[in-house]
């Protein structure tokens, strides 16, 4: 639900967005008007605009980990995914707190 870019957008100060091909969900209607919306034409790419150069490049720095962890590391040994599954299943409320894995 967006929760990492959330978090990461407060802890530097700057505003992401996720734009290019395949990052509106199949089937989604990017605008209202059924016109295209910016840079959906373009590859899959994020755009991080902040206040100051140093917020721009704190963001970008923690959105090349987090691409780093999840292209390197394997799928059974990813902290954050695990982590992100974990808090989308307590968010619609299918957390079983018995289940830990």
Partial sequence: ??????NIE?????KIMIRGKGSVKEGKVGRK????LPGEDEPL???????????????VEQ???????GIETPEDQNDLRKMQLRELARL????REDDNR
């Fill in 63 to 69: 959105i090349r980990n987090i691409l780093k962890q």
């Fill in 92 to 95: 619609n409320g299918t957390l």
């Fill in 1 to 6: 639900r967006g929760n990492t870019l959330k």
């Fill in 10 to 14: 407060k802890e530097c100060n700057a």
């Fill in 33 to 36: 008007d059924g016109q295209m």
């Fill in 45 to 59: 790419h994020a755009l991080v605009t902040a206040n100051t150069m140093e917020n721009v490049k704190k963001a």
